[in-house]
């Protein structure tokens, strides 16, 4: 690991993109990032108590605390703060023509040569080398250099003669590479892809960005990894919104007044304490209902344990009725509720219960660890399932690195009512028959990365959301200012007193002070034009009728979590997709080809 700095990576990219064990490219280097042991003391904290409260219940770690990644400094000559990197892979080729592979004049061989050999001789600065492209790897994170000699000559040959990588063509595929010894033995690299085989070996626990002498047991077996590939890293992300969750506001006031209150067992006992004036004016604002449930909870030593979307549903749906232009008073949750005169112009949103303007939001994001090969991605109430495995960041990790995005949003809340009826429709029932058999065959195809447990289907109004979420952000984007891809959705399925509630919120947030320009938010008032327009997007594909037709449970291609969904109608970057374009169909929100008695909405407006 050296300490001089040899790139730089944004604040956010280092909680989402290139976290530790994260692959990179650096402009002379190949490395991998290192894990938290190996970052600088005196970071700034990020404080949100809620997700810290979740991260404590997902990893055990008894009191987690949240620091952002070191920034670049304001000035020139100040002190730099950075992440350590060890270099990998330790296998380089050298950028030489030392031999033709084949005979022909395309055909090249070049010399495999690993790092002791080159830092014994001193060849680093002399030879042009590069880390070679090809590691190997497990979905549970865990990367080494591939085992060269083995692979050409079988686990433990005591050859030890220079090795070659052949290249017989010019597109660089598998199929047009070989490795060879000077022995005589070579052996074609494409084979290394074959899992059946076990051409790799049992994986070894490696874990590098962790330091030496880290390894940890494993059973799986080890798969060829281009280092490069969009599969090398997928991140597990923690995100909360900081929304005033009115438990919290109870649960401060009961800690204040404890003194008094420890003593409260019952409405009576209540009474009779709010006598006092300081105790009655600290509660006004509250139900004696709600005091005596967090007294309650403080006693039996209970905190808040509700899914992340519940806790923000709850504040979403609690905002008052207004247009966001009176006195701001936190700036990291000023949300109205718009009245319905003023998005409201007929009859043809009737689906839609209300609309509210998020003028400022504040998203809170936390890295617990990554997968490699196959993404792990929150339930559809935000939550990671306990028994997924993930890579560890550090290892015995007492913090985690966050950061914070602040930003607007619009909320779009469904009536109940009409939902609950078009789940009953038979139509319905038969779709989602076809969307659950799809979801069954995922699953069975799936590595046991997701846990013990198999995930459950997310229903029926969850896949409606969802897709109307992808339609509308490409509706919003037309209008607001800012690309597709810088906005995000928040899908919302949650319990609540009175029944299920159904929402979505589309939002965008930048880490700098405000993130805001107000275009999104004001597009709330508009919201029915964007609904037609996201309709009349939705009901014809330039795929048709092949997207349309398309059968989850019966995918030649293997798209079992898509219904009449592909590139050209719903599908959108994976920066504003919760679900990472899983768990979409047209068909549920808008009549399609050759299916028209499933949508929510009748027509395309």
């Known amino acids: 690991m050296s300490r001089r700095a040899h790139g730089q990576l944004r604040q956010s990219q280092v909680v989402t993109t290139y976290g530790p064990g994260a692959l990179i490219d ?64 330790e296998w380089f080729v050298v950028q030489e023509e030392d031999g033709q592979a084949g005979g022909g004049q395309r055909d090249r061989s070049r010399r495999l040569v690993h790092r002791k050999a080159l830092d014994e001789r001193g060849l680093f600065e002399r030879l042009k080398v590069v880390p070679t492209r090809f590691v190997r790897a497990c979905p549970r994170g865990h990367v080494d250099d591939l085992d060269w000699r083995g692979f050409v000559h079988g686990k433990g040959s005591p050859c030890r ?15 047009d590479l070989f490795v060879r010894c000077e022995c005589g033995e070579w052996r074609p690299l494409y084979e290394a892809a074959e899992l059946d085989q076990n051409p790799l070996d049992t994986c070894q626990g490696a874990r590098p960005w962790l330091g030496r002498n880290t390894n940890e047991d494993c059973n799986q077996r080890s798969r060829l990894l281009i280092r490069t590939a969009s599969n090398a890293y997928f991140p597990q992300v923690v995100s909360v919104l900081s929304l005033p969750e009115r438990g919290t506001a109870v649960d401060g006031a009961v800690a204040e007044l404890w003194d008094d209150l420890q003593i409260v067992d019952d409405a009576a006992d209540l009474t009779f304490m709010k006598k006092k004036s300081a105790v009655a004016a600290t509660l006004e604002p509250f139900d004696d209902d709600e005091v005596l449930n967090a007294i309650g909870e403080r006693k039996r030593g209970h905190s808040s344990d509700r899914p992340v979307k519940q806790v923000e549903l709850d504040a979403l749906l609690g905002a008052p009725e207004g247009f966001g232009d009176d006195e701001l008073i936190d700036p990291n949750f000023h949300a109205r509720c718009l009245p319905p005169g003023a998005w409201r ?26 997968t490699r090969f196959e993404a792990v991605t929150p339930d559809i109430h935000g939550e990671y399932d306990t028994d997924v495995e993930r890579a560890a960041i550090a290892l015995d990790p007492e913090w985690f690195p966050a950061v914070e995005n602040r930003g607007e949003g619009v909320f779009v809340q469904l009536d109940t009512d009409a939902v609950e009826a078009w789940r009953k429709r038979p ?96 597009q709330a008032q508009h919201i029915e034009g964007h609904l037609a327009d996201a309709l009349r997007m939705g009901a014809l594909c330039s795929n048709d009728p092949i997207c349309a037709q398309h059968a989850p449970g019966e995918s030649m291609e293997q798209r079992w979590l898509h219904g009449a969904a592909c590139h050209g109608c719903t599908l959108i970057s994976e920066t504003s997709c919760e679900m990472r374009n899983d768990y979409l169909d047209r068909a549920l929100v808008v009549p399609v080809l050759g299916l028209v008695e499933a949508a929510f909405f009748p027509s395309a407006m």
């Open 26 to 89: 650096l402009p002379r280097h190949s490395a991998i990032v290192g894990g938290l042991d190996t970052w600088p003391k005196g970071l700034d904290e990020v404080v949100e108590p809620r997700l810290a409260h979740k991260l404590r219940n997902l990893i055990g770690v008894p009191a987690p605390r949240l620091y952002a990644p070191p920034p670049s400094p304001s000035e020139p000559w100040a002190t730099r703060k950075g992440i350590g990197a060890w270099r990998f892979p």
């Open 427 to 522: 139509a319905v029932a038969r779709r989602l028959a076809d969307l659950a058999l799809g979801h069954e065959a995922w699953t069975g195809r799936r590595t046991p990365l997701l846990g013990k447990t198999p995930r459950a289907f997310p229903g029926g109004p969850y896949v409606l959301l969802h897709t109307l979420s992808h339609l509308l952000i490409q509706s919003l984007a037309m209008r607001c200012g800012y690309p597709a891809s810088s906005i995000r959705e928040r899908i919302y399925a949650e319990p609540g007193p009175a029944g299920q509630r159904f929402g979505v919120l589309l939002y965008t947030g930048t880490p700098d002070a405000e993130g805001t320009l107000g275009g999104l938010v004001q």
């Open 161 to 175: 003669r220079q090795l070659w990588l052949d290249e017989r063509g010019t597109t660089g595929d598998l199929a």
């Open 345 to 370: 112009q007929s009859a043809r949103a009737n689906g839609i219960a209300s609309v509210i303007q998020l003028h400022r939001l504040r998203e809170v994001l936390a890295l617990v660890g990554f």
